[in-house]
């Protein structure tokens, strides 16, 4: 079992910056693929970045490339998402998420994840 806790979401103005966390525990962290996911009300959660186990390769949606950048610490157990330049439309809760798969281009979708957090909230105000 696996247990994943997103933090760092928050209120701010469009342009501002946030750094989410996600601490993870109860299996080996340093196999497998991380992920974040986010959810808007009434839209189906999408795919924002995704990151190898080594750290190697990393995948972004379209929307968020140039502004956010997913790494990851194997010592700590952590994965980070830092967001700049953040826009209204990047209001949602965001969800840390791993898969065992190794199989990095299955990364962009929701199925692969084996593990969710319970999430965190972004809200970017106009």
């Known amino acids: 079992q696996v247990q994943l806790v997103e933090s760092g979401g928050g209120l701010v103005q469009a342009g501002g910056s946030l750094r989410l966390s996600c601490a993870a525990s109860g299996r080996t962290f340093s196999s497998g693929g991380m992920g974040w996911f986010r959810q808007a009300p009434g839209k189906d959660r999408g795919f924002v970045a995704a990151i190898s186990w080594s750290g190697g390769f990393t995948f972004y949606a379209d929307s968020v490339k140039g502004r956010f950048t997913i790494s990851r610490d194997n010592t700590k157990n952590m994965v980070y998402l830092q967001m700049n330049n953040l826009k209204p439309e990047d209001t949602a809760v965001y969800y840390c998420?791993?898969?065992?798969?190794?199989?990095?281009?299955?990364?962009?979708?929701?199925?692969?994840?084996?593990?969710w957090g319970q999430g965190t909230q972004v809200t970017v105000s106009s």
């Open positions: 998420a791993s898969t065992k798969s190794d199989y990095t281009h299955s990364y962009y979708y929701t199925l692969v994840y084996d593990y």
